[in-house]
């Protein structure tokens, strides 16, 4: 069994980052499976290469370790998506696509999308591109039907991904290739069995079996981590003013008791465990602890309840 962490240089890791990391590490680990490190600097514009190197150390400073990666080589690389167009462009020959010339905002507008949700492509440029001179995207002809899935941690789920999504983006029109086909292609293309990610991507993965099935790839096994939130139960992020991975490793504080507080959090260990390291948590992990539920940083002992 192979397994992976797949982080996006686009900032710093958080204590969320750092709970599914381990969590994917300590899945991999516990069945003796190799663990794969790819970063997903797709996107120019916002991936940097500090942030690649800031955030590779802070998963070595928690304790993780991988036995392939853009830092350690392997069999299966290049291992930063950057590198791996080439790879991208093939797989799209297999698949029926089309041009597409709507820009985002366009897309919204005609869009009838239920509040919050992304917008539904409604089908635009299906027959070609409404507007040929503008750079164009490049679109999925979505088969239609229901796909069905069952995550590890959230159970069973289905999208209608032709209906609820509509036929969607592989390739941008900037040229950038779509995060949904990259993640297809590179975890066929380095033999991965098992993805655990982030809990805000599962509205990706109906995307992501169907390209699969379309491209006559092996279909992934899932586990979506619960994200960690801030005492207000929002996603956390940099307002909520809880420190990064790098400003903890920084400031010398002990990575023992991170671990140990997102180990207890995720139900690995008793609550009154201050210091643990992962390689003592391989033999105890266990998917039936890992509970569905968000959690806040008052849960992983962060936040000052009375604060
Ligand atoms: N690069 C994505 C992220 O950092 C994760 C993608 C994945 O694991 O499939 O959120």
Same mark, same amino acid.
């Given at each position: 069994?192979?397994?992976?962490?797949?982080?996006?240089?686009?900032?710093?890791?958080?204590?969320?980052?750092?709970?599914?990391?381990?969590?994917?590490?300590?899945?991999?680990?516990?069945?003796?499976?190799?663990?794969?490190?790819?970063?997903?600097?797709?996107?120019?514009?916002?991936?940097?290469?500090?942030?690649?190197?800031?955030?590779?150390?802070?998963?070595?400073?928690?304790?993780?370790?991988?036995?392939?990666?853009?830092?350690?080589?392997?069999?299966?690389?290049?291992?930063?998506?950057?590198?791996?167009?080439?790879?991208?462009?093939?797989?799209?020959?297999?698949?029926?696509?089309?041009?597409?010339?709507?820009?985002?905002?366009?897309?919204?507008?005609?869009?009838?999308?239920?509040?919050?949700?992304?917008?539904?492509?409604?089908?635009?440029?299906?027959?070609? =591109? #409404? @507007?040929?001179?503008?750079? +164009? !995207?490049?679109?999925?002809?979505?088969?239609?039907?229901?796909? $069905?899935? &069952?995550?590890?941690?959230?159970?069973?789920?289905?999208?209608?991904?032709?209906?609820?999504?509509?036929?969607?983006?592989?390739?941008?029109?900037?040229?950038?290739?779509?995060?949904?086909?990259?993640?297809?292609?590179?975890?066929?293309?380095?033999?991965?069995?098992?993805?655990?990610?982030?809990?805000?991507?599962?509205?990706?993965?109906?995307?992501?079996?169907?390209?699969?099935?379309?491209?006559?790839?092996?279909?992934?096994?899932?586990?979506?981590?619960?994200?960690?939130?801030?005492?207000?139960?929002?996603?956390?992020?940099?307002?909520?003013?809880?420190?990064?991975?790098?400003?903890?490793?920084?400031?010398?504080?002990? =990575? #023992? @008791?991170?671990?140990?507080? +997102? !180990?207890?959090?995720?139900?690995?260990?008793?609550?009154?465990? $201050?210091? &643990?390291?992962?390689?003592?948590?391989?033999?105890?992990?266990?998917?039936?602890?890992?509970?569905?539920?968000?959690?806040?940083?008052?849960?992983?002992?962060?936040?000052?309840?009375?604060?």
């Amino acid at each position: 069994m192979r397994g992976r962490y797949a982080p996006s240089p686009t900032g710093r890791l958080h204590l969320g980052n750092a709970r599914t990391a381990l969590i994917a590490w300590l899945a991999a680990r516990s069945r003796g499976a190799s663990f794969v490190m790819r970063v997903e600097d797709l996107d120019p514009q916002r991936s940097r290469g500090e942030l690649e190197a800031e955030q590779l150390a802070d998963l070595r400073w928690l304790g993780l370790d991988w036995d392939e990666g853009p830092d350690v080589g392997g069999p299966h690389g290049p291992y930063r998506q950057s590198e791996r167009v080439e790879a991208y462009a093939a797989a799209l020959e297999g698949l029926e696509v089309f041009p597409c010339s709507c820009s985002r905002r366009e897309v919204r507008e005609l869009a009838l999308a239920p509040h919050g949700r992304e917008p539904i492509y409604p089908g635009t440029c299906r027959a070609g =591109p #409404r @507007r040929p001179d503008r750079p +164009l !995207a490049i679109r999925w002809r979505t088969p239609a039907g229901v796909v $069905t899935f &069952v995550d590890r941690v959230q159970g069973c789920r289905s999208e209608n991904v032709r209906r609820d999504v509509g036929e969607f983006v592989l390739r941008r029109a900037d040229g950038v290739w779509a995060y949904q086909l990259a993640v297809v292609v590179d975890d066929q293309a380095m033999a991965i069995e098992q993805v655990v990610r982030g809990s805000d991507l599962i509205e990706s993965t109906a995307r992501q079996r169907l390209l699969q099935r379309a491209l006559g790839y092996r279909e992934t096994e899932y586990a979506h981590i619960p994200i960690v939130t801030g005492p207000d139960g929002s996603k956390l992020n940099k307002r909520h003013g809880a420190p990064d991975l790098s400003t903890m490793r920084l400031a010398g504080v002990d =990575p #023992r @008791r991170v671990v140990a507080m +997102l !180990a207890a959090s995720a139900g690995l260990i008793d609550a009154g465990q $201050t210091h &643990v390291q992962p390689r003592e948590l391989v033999g105890g992990f266990d998917w039936g602890r890992i509970p569905p539920q968000s959690v806040s940083l008052v849960d992983v002992g962060l936040w000052n309840k009375e604060a």
